[in-house]
């Protein structure tokens, strides 16, 4: 029989649902994470002007997210959290890896050639994340309840922007805030609170697929959907190790190992968010040998990732969102997302249709993930003692990093590195809360008989 506390959910850690509602739950998380997974590519590859290779790489990207999340929950030795760890393209990678083809273009390279040398640091730089994970133990004082709570909240309040901007109608649309994406992106949001609040546990677990049909559905009948353009996708796309070759650079290499590091932090966070969510423990050696497994993991698929032609994974923070929101904590259920997303790799035509999910519709149901990642954060924090040290690293921690991104250009007179690092919420906010804790003393709290007997002492 189910405990009080596991109520919430309707498969805890390690049941097995039946396919069908394995399935569904699968989906709803690739939901969820397929645009992040293939939106730094984009980037990437617009800014670099790598053209013609980009369907690859996304093909790629996909392909690693699916083998990346199989080994997390999975949990292949000492490698992976053993729980649904979702992992995809990291964001955080973007100005270091572009900083990198800019490197290779200035030498008079072409697109192969900076891709050899974007992936040929990243294949190294992996190493780092790898060896850190074995240092967590050492690390305590740095992995504290405290400072992942700051993280994750930090996190979660980052992507809410990101869901937001989606719902108004994605960034840079020209019908930016018009009533009909807000009323569309509204009902999504509105279907998706509706059918979470259901007693059914099916239609609590399909929260999201039904919300996102049903936003396709009038943004059909709105004349918002173009299926024009996945025909011109290719049919198959083969992995094949290194394509583009390998090379090295010391001053491309430098900023990737440091944001390494930064994505080492950032990965704890989110498997403690992840074990908060699934009730699992937050202290102690088991949980300690999760975030151990699970970060190792992380360095282990950015290493698969290098090899096979896509930039760095990290664990993505909006499938806390999903499981919160379906109440499957289920790790099987990521050997479903795994197959998802490497069949949507292999055949890229079937990912170019998920592609036109109008903005409003994914930004109405990534709004209440990215929200319940934030919150989970703060139920950490709440689960803490809070005196007056630990309230001054959360308000110095929150203010710095939030405070970065309100005023973005607050560092464009740094040196570049200085931006690539500091300029992340997170990045900036979770090195604080780290600094303040190592720096600042704890509090000594005295006994009643120790102030009783000083009081007499002092009487006398």
């Known amino acids: ?5 596991s109520q919430e959910l309707i498969y805890t850690l390690d049941e097995q649902p039946k396919a069908a509602e394995a399935f569904f739950a699968g989906l709803q998380h690739v939901l969820a994470c397929f645009v992040g997974v293939i939106t730094p590519t984009l980037i990437i590859g617009g800014v670099l002007g ?15 997210s699916g083998v990346g ?33 800019f490197i290779a273009k200035s030498q008079g390279g072409g697109p192969e050639e900076m891709l050899s040398l974007i992936f040929g640091v990243c294949f190294l730089g992996a190493f780092i994340e790898i060896f850190l994970s074995q240092c967590l133990v050492a690390m305590k004082r740095i992995i504290t309840p405290l400072v992942t709570g ?9 992507l809410i922007k990101v869901g937001m901007t989606d719902l108004a109608g994605g960034f840079k649309a020209p019908d930016f805030g018009s009533l009909p994406n807000l009323g569309l992106g509204c009902v999504v949001l509105a279907v998706i ?5 259901c007693s059914n546990p099916w239609l609590r677990l399909s929260s999201i697929v039904i919300g996102l049909a049903v936003g396709m559905l009038i943004a059909a009948v709105m004349g918002k959907l173009d299926f024009s353009a996945v025909g011109t996708q290719p049919w198959v796309s083969i992995p094949m190790p290194f394509k583009y070759g390998f090379s090295f650079d010391w001053v491309a290499f430098l900023p990737v190992a440091l944001i390494y590091f930064i994505t080492a932090i950032e990965s704890a966070g989110d498997i403690t968010a992840n074990c908060a969510i699934s009730q699992q423990p937050i202290k102690g050696d088991a949980y300690l040998k999760r975030i151990r497994g699970g970060v190792l993991a992380d360095g282990v698929n950015s290493l698969l990732a290098a090899t096979f032609n896509t930039f760095p994974n990290t664990t993505f923070s909006q499938n806390n969102g999903v499981i919160q929101l379906t109440g499957v904590a289920s790790r099987y259920i990521g050997y479903y997302i795994a197959a998802i997303l490497v069949v949507l790799g292999l055949f890229p035509v079937l990912g170019a249709v998920l592609q036109q999910i109008p903005k409003p519709v994914l930004g109405g149901a990534t709004l209440v993930m990215f929200g319940t990642v934030a919150a989970a954060g703060i139920k950490i924090i709440a689960s803490e003692a809070l005196n007056r040290r630990k309230l001054l690293i959360m308000a110095v921690s929150f203010g710095v990093g939030l405070g970065v991104t309100m005023v973005p250009d607050l560092l464009q007179h740094a040196p570049k590195l200085a931006q690539n690092v500091f300029g992340s919420a997170v990045t900036s906010g979770g090195l604080i809360a780290i600094a303040l804790s190592l720096l600042l003393p704890e509090e000594q709290v005295e006994s009643s008989s120790s102030v009783e007997t000083s009081a007499r002492d002092s009487s006398g």
């Open 1 to 5: 029989m189910k405990t009080e506390a």
């Open 150 to 158: 700051i993280v994750i909240t930090i996190i979660g309040i980052s």
């Open 69 to 101: 999340t199989f080994i997390q929950a999975k949990k292949i030795g000492p490698i992976g959290a053993g729980m649904i760890c979702v992992q995809g393209t990291s964001f955080a990678f973007l100005g270091s890896v572009l900083a990198a083809g």
């Open 193 to 197: 609170i509706a059918l979470n609040r």
């Open 50 to 64: 790598l053209g013609e290779h980009i369907p690859y790489l996304i093909s790629m990207a996909l392909i690693v």
